[in-house]
């Protein structure tokens, strides 16, 4: 009931502004309501895809996925926008609403308020982007191809509650435009995506200790990289002791380098300038380091630590903490070009993990033995170029992209036997192109694409035979290939 009040609420609010003030007009991507001294300001629009979504998938094996393929309509991103400023313009607010379905109601991405005095100076409190992947702070709706690569979704890090300070530089003039430095450093909330770091490994269906074909648990998930250890605080944690709100934190930074000028955070060139002498390049690096716990029983990562000869069954501390320490650090580098409706967008990711086990459980374990996880090593690379075939109207996309997890030594659940050759995701390498009709910009557009995507799951316990000591585990390979049309409009 409270969702289905907030949605009319909202669809009714531009009528009922628009009849109280004549300092209300509407825009191209929303509608504008400001007062007559200019203290107050509210900005109002709504963003809506609709996609019709062809997917067909390839696994190994006699049992293989071959067949859990589908094609349906669907509305993947209904997004409501409110912003402006409150008393003054330095005193921002941004609150962005996402309707969920199925089930009805709505969750919450941003939700923050800025103080921003000067351009060299804004404070940022609330929930936010957490400043990572250049991916992931270009709004969907400014993307090309439908989602984001594969290599940003396993190394984003999505939303966090905290605080951040940023600016803009201007440091010298150019032929055409103000050479820029962007700067954003903040400190969050360290919450792991999960417990055990899994990355959607897609647990292996199983017969008797065997595999005889590739057929995952969660697709979804093996798909789109969900979970691993990285930030994930876009929920309401209760302000209570758990492993999501254990007293750890992140902390982020990133910093841009627009040399002859600055580059819009979008995917394509979206200025499109005619003079072939003006040109736009950007190069940034990103850093988050977190630090969190994890417990693991009942997982892949809790056998690595709590399924060992010597450990037996050892409690936790008295805290209630996850006795396994981890501490991550995920760096990125991206540069991007634009020209005459040329862009290209290229992305470097790398992170490094590492494990210390606390306590009684730390005295118990083996420093020395080889199948104990300490640390480990992920990294992912993607590239993006698109072109405006027609100035402002179709533009034309390819893409590749690929992610290499780390492989370690584990432990098989249940038995321990340990295991060579695991990861905590499916090594992958996406290829991709599209086509986009801008009608009138990003706020109404038909776009087309097709991807194909191959991975390597490193889960298997060796097809036609049971697993002995050391086994290294065979990495069959699944591959997936979507075919998408969709429509974009926003008012």
């Not at 999960?194 to 199983?206: E, I, K, N, T, V």
């Not at 996850?322 to 995920?330: D, G, M, Q, S, T």
């Not at 083996?366 to 992912?380: E, F, I």
């Amino acid at each position: 009931m409270t969702a289905r009040c907030l949605l009319l609420a909202l669809f009714l609010l531009p009528a009922v502004i628009a009849a109280q003030d004549p300092e209300t007009w509407l825009r191209d991507d929303g509608l504008r309501w400001r007062t007559n001294d200019g203290a107050f300001e509210l900005n109002l629009h709504t963003a809506v895809q609709t996609r019709l979504t062809w997917h067909d998938t390839r696994g190994q094996g006699e049992n293989g996925d071959n067949g859990r393929d589908y094609i349906n309509f669907s509305l993947p991103n209904t997004r409501t926008f409110l912003h402006g400023h409150l008393f003054d313009p330095q005193f921002q607010y941004r609150v962005w609403l996402v309707w969920s379905w199925p089930g009805g109601g709505f969750h919450v991405l941003d939700a923050h308020f800025r103080w921003a005095p000067d351009a060299l100076f804004n404070v940022t409190v609330g929930q936010m982007r957490i400043p990572a992947s250049w991916e992931q702070l270009v709004d969907q709706e400014r993307t090309l191809i439908a989602d984001r690569s594969i290599t940003d979704e396993a190394f984003n890090q999505g939303w966090g509650k905290g605080i951040e300070i940023s600016g803009t530089a201007g440091l010298y003039d150019t032929a055409d435009d103000v050479a820029l430095l962007r700067w954003q450093a903040g400190l969050f909330n360290g919450v792991p995506a999960s417990s055990d770091g899994a990355q959607g490994r897609g647990q292996m269906l199983l017969s008797g200790g065997r595999s005889t074909g590739i057929a995952v648990t969660n697709a979804g998930a093996t798909e789109h990289f969900a979970g691993g250890l990285r930030n994930d605080d876009w929920q309401l944690n209760a302000e209570n002791f758990s492993q999501a709100v254990d007293g750890d934190l992140m902390v982020a930074g990133r910093l841009e380098f627009h040399p002859v000028g600055e580059v819009n955070r979008h995917m394509a060139d979206d200025v499109n300038d005619e003079d072939s002498a003006v040109w736009r390049v950007m190069v940034g690096v990103a850093a988050n380091w977190m630090r969190g716990h994890v417990n693991g029983y009942g997982t892949f990562l809790g056998n690595v630590f709590h399924n060992v000869p010597n450990v037996g069954s050892i409690p936790g501390p008295a805290s209630g903490r996850p006795p396994v320490r981890f501490e991550a650090l995920n760096v990125s580098l991206d540069g991007h070009f634009r020209w005459l409706g040329l862009s290209v967008n290229w992305a470097l990711q790398w992170r490094s993990v590492s494990f210390d086990a606390e306590g009684r459980l730390n005295q118990a374990l083996d420093d020395d033995d080889p199948y104990l996880l300490k640390h480990l090593a992920d990294r992912g690379a993607s590239v993006e170029v698109s072109y405006f075939v027609l100035r402002d109207v179709l533009n034309l996309q390819v893409r590749w992209a690929a992610v290499d997890f780390d492989e370690f030594k584990s432990r098989m659940i249940g038995t321990g036997t340990p295991v060579d050759g695991d990861s905590f995701g499916a090594d992958s390498q996406e290829y991709g192109f599209g086509v986009v009709w801008t009608i009138h910009g990003d706020h109404l557009k038909l776009s087309a694409d097709y991807r194909y995507v191959t991975q390597q799951l490193p889960h298997g316990v060796g097809k036609g035979k049971a697993a002995t000591a050391g086994v290294e585990r065979v990495a069959d390979w699944r591959q997936f290939q979507e075919l998408r049309l969709q429509l974009q409009w926003m008012f």
